[in-house]
């Protein structure tokens, strides 16, 4: 019982890896030299990759957009920690392939909830109107879906590896 209480806190700790990699300077200047395109959306005001766990401000980058991110991270791994804990005592011995794509949802659930305050700061701080706050706002949710997606089995399959194994029954 005690495994099973542990299994959000492990998928939520795992969740932390993506944001602390896209945290580190030296990582974003390695791909955005190699792939620029991934920055495209980013250039058009949504928010980019997952949120970023930096210790300090990124440059010349203004504190609110570093509260911002922290407070990204913090929706993330919420969001991760309520979706696992809800997936493992709705199916305590659910499947193996059931399990990793439970691990891999609740990444993606995070990240798209984590990009609705990314680009919903911005937007008040441009002061744009209603059509704007809502743009930003779509961006905000297709590129957290998007990028949870691309990056959900590394949560995957750290639930995947704590999940409880059940004896079978004859």
Request: glycine share 12%; hydrophobic share 55%; proline share 7%.
């Amino acid at each position: 019982m005690n495994l099973i209480r542990n299994i959000p806190a492990v998928t939520s700790a795992v969740a932390l890896l993506p944001c602390l990699l896209f945290g580190s300077t030296g990582f974003l200047a390695w791909s955005g030299a190699r792939s620029a395109w991934l920055l495209l959306p980013g250039a058009l005001g949504a928010p980019f990759a997952v949120p970023r766990l930096r210790f300090t401000p990124l440059g010349e980058q203004p504190w609110s957009v570093f509260a911002t991110e922290l407070a990204g991270v913090a929706v993330l791994v919420a969001v991760v920690w309520w979706a696992t804990a809800r997936s493992v005592a709705r199916r305590p011995g659910a499947s193996a392939g059931r399990v990793f794509l439970a691990g891999w949802g609740a990444f993606v659930l995070g990240t798209a909830a984590a990009g609705v305050p990314r680009s919903l700061v911005p937007a008040w701080e441009m002061g744009l109107g209603p059509v704007g706050w809502y743009a930003m706002l779509a961006g905000g949710l297709v590129t957290g879906l998007l990028w949870g997606s691309t990056l959900g089995w590394i949560c995957g399959f750290a639930r995947l590896a704590v999940r409880p194994r059940v004896a079978a029954t004859a």
